[in-house]
């Protein structure tokens, strides 16, 4: 029984969890950046800019000191942005223990290297032991006690289960899988469909245009995920399309929101502002980009939005290509790596 877990990252989902696991009677030191926000879970229990209306239990201990957060913490999570994850892993990393378990929740793709962020944490925490989870799970739902499952990979089929104890609960339902590859990339790619998604609505398409985007894109992410390792089935999981389509069709969603102002002429700058939280299918998709033109690997989706979002397309030219692109057989990739002849 685990009685002391570290959040690194009290945004929207490592409030939900500090919440969430508290109710199991677990003891919660939660890592605030901002002061402001520190001092009003502490007085009001609530996190009134980024989890609204949930009430924080009293066995959550918000804290500025990531050494006073990890102070005799028996597991810690890692629920900060993406792009914030090395320097945070670098900050933690000189009061984590030899063979102390950390676990990623953020999805993503560092911006430079194009690592996946348990390779980031790996290299700056060199003596954890690294779990990544990830699946359908809104924070607004989880910290409001709706039923959810999600899945746990690490390459220690222990430390799966460690953190499978943990977080298990009757609302909250973890699963373990070994591909960590697979996890990691479904997590990551589902939010640049995601910003499609948005886009088509944005654009006042219907159900049959984002049933398309989400079904050709669980492809495109099984591709790229393949060439970097994944195993394919983990892509019909819950962090392949089960992520996929949560993401896709809830307004909980930053990066269909993001989407759906895109899709209706707002400039980008000017969306992630009016969003006022990190929507990690931005950077992603340029991460994406760039490592789908490294191993070759056609993503149609990922290419039109890359050329939406940083070169100006507009989004209706980018829909009239995707839909006249050369033709091809929808399951080409399965049946081609099955070795049947059609």
Known sequence: MVHRVAIIGAGSWGTALSAMLAKKGIEVKLWVREKEICEQIEKARENIKYL?????PSNVFPTQSVEEALKGAELTVLAVPSQYIRGMARQIAPFVPSGHVVVNVAKGLEMDTFLRLSQVVEQEVPAA???VLSGPSHAEEVGRDIPTAVVCASYRKEDAEFVQDVFMGPKFRVY???DVIGVEMGGALKNI???AAGISDGLGFGDNSKAALITRGIAEISRLGQAMGAHPLTFAGLAGIGDLVVTCTSMHSRNRRAGILIGQGRPLDEVLDSIGMVVEGVTTCKAAYQLAKKHGVSMPITEQLYHVLFEGKDPK????????RSKTHEIEEVVSSMDIKW
């Open 52 to 56: 609204p209306g949930v009430l924080i």
């Open 129 to 131: 032991r690294i779990a």
């Open 176 to 178: 373990t899988n070994p």
């Open 193 to 195: 469909i995601a910003l």
């Open 317 to 324: 030219e980018a829909v009239t290509e995707l839909m006249l």
